[in-house]
């Protein structure tokens, strides 16, 4: 009799392990749905950022053949030409630093490293990224707290063009943060390699 009625009720757990299967696979879809456009906003950043601040390359050079005509051929140099080169320079890196980082585009020594299998080369990562984010810690905190200052001061450059130090200062904290944002990037992704074994982008839903 209970024999039977244990036969009776096998197929009502069939559906209920089913069912919990299938919420189970749809939670772990939409979680990898969410870290892959979570990833390729970050990407996007990077890259746009990347692409619209590439244009002050352009103002730099045209700003460096008007100041050099100035001094050596009109014998009349500018008084922010050389700031100004500075201020462009200075946004350029830390602005375009994100972009670079997307396109592995910083020098960096892999005579070892490109010896190492893609999992060995992502825990390696994932140790050595750790100083990375601290450094970018440093700068967004100690470049914030410089802004600040220059902003509450109104401190301005003692040449005598005497620009407001605070708009270029800032660019250090904010790229930084773009920075440090592309890099947690390629964090999750390494990390998932070690875990996983595959790319994220290679895992199929």
């Known amino acids: 009799m209970y024999y039977g009625r244990a036969i009776e009720l096998e197929p ?7 069912f919990l299967d299938s919420i189970e696979r749809l939670r772990k879809n939409l979680a990898m749905n969410f870290l892959r456009k979570f990833l390729g ?13 590439s244009f002050l390359i352009i103002a730099l050079m045209l700003i460096v053949v008007y100041d050099v005509a100035m001094r050596y051929i009109l014998n009349r140099p500018t008084e922010w030409g ?8 200075l946004a350029i890196t830390f602005l375009g630093g994100g972009y670079a980082f997307l396109n592995r585009a910083h020098v960096r020594v892999t005579i070892i490293h490109d010896r190492f299998s893609p999992r060995l080369k992502a825990i390696v990562d994932l140790l050595t990224y750790l100083v990375f984010f601290m450094v970018c810690i440093v700068l967004v905190w100690y470049g914030g707290q410089v802004t600040w200052d220059s902003l509450i001061h109104n401190t301005r450059t003692p040449s005598t063009w005497g620009p407001l130090m605070w708009p270029s ?3 250090i904290p904010i790229g930084a943060v773009l920075i440090a944002l592309q890099g947690l990037a390629k964090w999750i992704r390494d990390f998932y390699m070690v875990v996983k074994g595959v790319n994220l982008e290679d895992t199929e839903i």
């Open 169 to 171: 200062q800032i660019l």
């Open 82 to 89: 050389l700031e100004l080169n500075g201020f462009l320079l």
């Open 41 to 53: 906003i970050i990407d996007n950043i990077s890259k746009w950022t990347g692409k619209i601040f």
């Open 12 to 18: 009502s757990r069939i559906y209920i392990l089913y």
